[in-house]
């Protein structure tokens, strides 16, 4: 879904084209497709590629099933990244990529019906951002359990034992959200303001929490070897993806008020 030019401007904005040749796929039509995709997770690997694209017809997104090998259609893995590393993305660019009609998901006509995806996308970010701080806690208890200072661990210390008990109430209120919200979903009750709220809280909270377990291994907090400073990276990139603090907050806004902040 997410393009070079676009971010959170993506519902209006979505660039990459679709347009449907009712004379050419045997019959059956089919659809050309032409933009750019950036961001996206594993796409060096796959052989199909769900494509998120706006019909030039009734200006509606609509999504298709293109083989990886189409003609057209090339990508580059990103390089650089600080975070999330393990995850390599992709920029895929499409000129006249050819898709027949079959490919087209009956069931995606519109951004109401991107959206159903999104509430379930965010619900894993939610879990992503309170896996963090469970992994951020373990890495800081393991340091601070054979670290010595001034003679002692300093895990006996006053201000280190505050910053973990910080992070371990981060943990468990996100703990606490994250398993409820499941449940709710499990009951088949998908709320778009709920998983907004989960997701922008956690991701809120992870960003504190890797913080702390960063402050407690001192000038080794940016070392690889002690996983605080991957902790601390892969928090940043789970802050912004699958919409901004901001972006989010403006979802559940109007489930509070009743009135729409977008512009």
């Known amino acids: 879904m997410t393009e070079p030019g676009h971010g959170s401007d993506i519902a209006g904005g979505l660039a990459t084209t679709a347009r449907f040749d009712e004379a050419a796929g045997d019959g059956e039509g089919r659809w050309i497709i032409d933009g750019a995709k950036r961001w996206i997770g594993g796409a060096s690997r796959a052989d199909i590629i769900a494509v998120f694209a706006r019909d030039v017809a009734d200006s509606q997104v609509k999504v298709f099933l293109v083989p990886s090998e189409s003609s057209g259609l090339s990508m580059d893995t990103m390089v ?37 995806i999104l509430r379930v996308m965010r619900s894993d970010v939610a879990w992503i951002a309170t896996g963090l701080q469970a992994g951020a806690l373990d890495a800081a208890l393991a340091y601070v359990r054979k670290r010595e200072q001034f003679g ?112």
């Open 80 to 116: 650089g990244k600080a975070a999330l590393r393990p995850m390599q993305n992709s920029v895929i660019r499409f000129e006249e990529v050819a898709a027949p009609e079959s490919a087209r998901l009956r069931e995606m006509n519109s951004w109401r019906d991107v959206n159903r």
């Open 152 to 263: 002692r661990s300093i895990g006996s210390c006053q201000l280190v034992q505050e910053k973990l008990a910080r992070i371990l109430g981060n943990l468990t209120a996100s703990l606490g959200m994250v398993v409820q919200l499941s449940a709710q979903q499990d009951a088949g009750n998908y709320v778009d303001a709920n998983s907004a709220l989960a997701k922008m809280q956690t991701a809120r909270m992870a960003r504190e929490s890797v913080s702390l377990a960063r402050e407690v291994h001192g000038g080794n907090g940016i070392l690889l070897e002690n996983d605080a400073a991957r902790f601390f990276a892969d928090a940043e990139a789970v802050y912004s993806y699958e919409g901004t603090h901001e972006v989010i907050a403006l979802i559940v806004g109007p489930a509070l008020t009743g009135e729409s902040a977008f512009v």
